[in-house]
């Protein structure tokens, strides 16, 4: 079961393969190849991050590598999500406050 979210796939694939991730301490199956922001979205995950000064949520916005705003930190990297794909293993998690400096 999808938890509510108002983003939707636009069109899922039948035979997409869906692989084990986890966001924070939440465990999810995402397709395999998808764009990491917009799948998170479809899954129900916001915020991304929170912004370092007054703990703002903040999450994907341009969707373009552009704003920053989607930052989450992988294997210890902060990345932007938008730029990057999905990938069975993946430990997501939101980035710290110090590695942070584009609030």
Known sequence: MK???????????PDAALVD?????????????ENLAAALLVAGIMPFRQTPVSGAPRGPFCMMGACFD?????DGV?????????????EIKMPSAKGDRNA
Not at 3 to 13: G, K
Not at 21 to 31: H, I, K, S, Y
């Open 3 to 13: 938890p509510d979210s108002s983003f939707r796939e636009l069109t899922p694939a």
């Open 21 to 33: 991730v986890r966001f924070g301490t939440q465990d999810l199956r995402l397709p395999t190849g």
């Open 70 to 74: 989607c930052l989450v930190e992988i």
């Open 78 to 90: 902060t990345q932007q999500a938008c730029m990057l794909a999905v990938t069975a293993g993946m």
